[in-house]
């Protein structure tokens, strides 16, 4: 198969699957004298959008060609042409040790789920504990909290068949590059997602659909052996001289196994509390805080694509900014046509976080703008300290915003005039179940609300607009990230024999797609040694 890559054609004549296609075909013929006639089958590896220049929008393509004389195609040398290599995940199970007992999973967020995916693809037959509900009963809790405010511990936004990505933007972007992310693509893909995922450099699901293609994961999961408990906390771990023994679940029921992959996400608060006081080598980690900032979308959509923002999907943004006082501010998790949401998994606090539906149809743009936190900044060498000192913010917003889960917001003019805001301008807030106007520096350090100021100054002149007074500041956003890490040895495990951290709790991912990676990652150390 060959790749041809930098293949560019206009937005706005690419209007529909089958159009794309033949205009691959008749740019391969106009410009590399490759006729449709060589070609035995054309499929798109990558592609991309380039907005750098606003008079013309362009994708840019990388497609593979089975060929039906390659080496001629090949002998032109043509500069952005090659044999196309995809690296194959295929992991095998070279360890030897028999397992005791079933391999045990906890939390069935992203880590846990690729974890507990690969494990019964190779025959381990998992059990996974999630503490949470399955994803249709957590749906109807959840909106029935944002319509009505009653605030149901055992059904949150964080917890549940999913974990904190299904009530998510479902953008499936991230920094690392592995090519363990092709395989979390094409599993999602056969459950349900669109196949664009595979190929777009910036793919998206929206929540709608991601809790759909989770349950069809379940699903494979469970046919080929595994077991999936739903409402399983694990509240204990019972370990000798070191090493796992058994967990136990709500308090009561004892599962034995020596091996249990930990994947409890980075608002685990009891749990970090319980490793923490069972000897875990647990350290505090950096993380960010701050607030989200709601725009109208089509103010986003003019200021990246121009006039051609008619022809594609709701665009969005990336922004950072480095302060002369050390600190940096930079945008995150930027959800185009989304809504703002209450993502607390504590009573008595508020966290902001942001989704879209796979449309992302939604009026509004919105985004976490957050300012860097270090562990100097817990004042406390407690490994744990970053954790309290999210909750003391969570819950000093939710007492300052009337102590109904309302969230306190701010119009960006009087944020930066630090006056409070008598009413709403041209742009509606989206969060549930309310909003009460408040002064967002009465709860965030200075240091994070200085450093916002600056950064929506900087940001307004790289996006026209973007620190207009109307938009919305809804506070607070303080799960960006783990506040601490489970330290891991060289093969993975934590210094109780017998458990592998996983994912973004254990601070070693952030994100959907890393977090699942990393739990493939987990899987591959755990089979060099362990044989189903
Ligand atoms: C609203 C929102 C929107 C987001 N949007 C995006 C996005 O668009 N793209 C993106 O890449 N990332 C997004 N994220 C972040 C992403 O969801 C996380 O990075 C990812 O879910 C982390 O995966 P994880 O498996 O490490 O942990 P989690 O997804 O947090 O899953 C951990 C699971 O473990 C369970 N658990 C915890 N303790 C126990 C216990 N003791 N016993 C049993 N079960 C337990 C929890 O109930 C939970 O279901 C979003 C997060 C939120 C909250």
Redesign the pocket.
Known sequence: MIRLTELKLPVQLVTDDNKEIELLYQHLNDKYKIKKSDVIELSIFKKAIDARKKHQVIYVYSVDLVCRDEQKILSRKYPNCSIATTPNFNPTITGDLKLKHRPVV????????FASLLLARLGYKPIV????LDADTRTKNVEEFWQTGNYNESST??????????????????LINDFRCHYVLEALHKHGAPKEILYNNKP?VGTDVLKEIIKNIRKEIISLGGEVRFN????DFNIEHNVLKSLV?NHKDVILTDLCLM??????R??FE?IYQKGFNIEQKAFSLGVRIEHPQSLINQSQYGDFAQYLEPAAYKLSYQSKTGRSAYSF?M?PGGYV?C?TSEEGGVVT????ESKRDGDNANAALLVNVLPKDFHSDHPLAGMYFQRAIEQKAFEVAGKNYYAPIQLVGDFLEDRVSTKIGSVKPTYLPGYRFVKLSDILPNYVTDTLREALIDFDHKIKGFAMADAILTGVET?S?SPIRILRDDEGMSNIKGIYP?????GY????????V??LKQVERLIKVYCS
């Open positions: 906890i939390g069935f967020g992203p880590s846990g789920i504990l999630e503490r949470g936004i964080l917890f549940g068949e999913g974990g904190a990505g299904t009530f998510s933007d479902g953008k499936l972007t991230t998206h399983s906390f694990v509240t679940v994947g409890i996400g980075h608002s685990a009891e749990t319980t998790c959800c949401m993502a976080n942001g989704m879209s799960r990230s996983m994912g973004e709790g254990a991912a952030g994100g959907i797609m890393s977090s699942a990393d739990g």
